[in-house]
């Protein structure tokens, strides 16, 4: 494998591929989850049922939080402030009160979008796409978060001509 690097701007960078190389050869590798990613048809179950994204979807956008137990967040703050932007609250894996609980066991968000950091707070719209993503979490950031996700609902709006 060949690497050169242009020290002028742009940066880039160029890669050729070694010899013998064949498109196609090499399993698909999938990306890290972001804001294209569809998890809609994810296997979501419900009370050990199995659940269509349909039915879980109930707002325009939808804040999904993958809890972590040894960074517990406040998750009243956060379903309230969900609550107050109109948006619906699912938790995968955990109960508490202001939230309904998705449960996910096949690990599937996990392994096919390579959640890589938890707790994970998604804010998804109603087909089921990652609109913002804010992964990790230090103590007091429930009202960052949500602002974040404010915000990209704004951006997200049709602009009036």
Request: negative net charge; proline residues 10%; hydrophobic residues 40%.
């Amino acid at each position: 494998m060949q690497v050169t690097m242009r020290p002028l701007p742009p940066f880039r960078t160029e890669l050729k591929p070694v010899v013998g190389y064949m498109p196609m050869a090499l399993p698909d590798s999938f990306e890290p989850l972001g804001t294209f990613h569809e998890i809609a048809s994810l296997n979501w179950q419900q009370g050990n049922r199995p659940v269509q994204w349909s039915a879980l979807a109930k707002s325009d956008y939808t804040v999904m939080f993958i809890p972590d137990p040894e960074f517990p967040a406040d998750t009243a703050k956060l379903a309230q402030g969900a609550e107050q932007a109109g948006w619906g609250r699912l938790m995968v894996g955990a109960d508490a009160p202001g939230w309904t609980r998705v449960d996910d066991p096949n690990n599937d968000l996990v392994n096919v979008a390579q959640l890589e950091l938890t707790p994970c707070f998604l804010l998804l719209n109603r087909e089921g796409q990652v609109r913002a993503a804010w992964k990790g979490y230090a103590p007091g950031e429930e009202e960052i978060v949500l602002k974040t996700f404010a915000d990209r609902v704004e951006e997200l709006k049709p602009k009036a001509r």
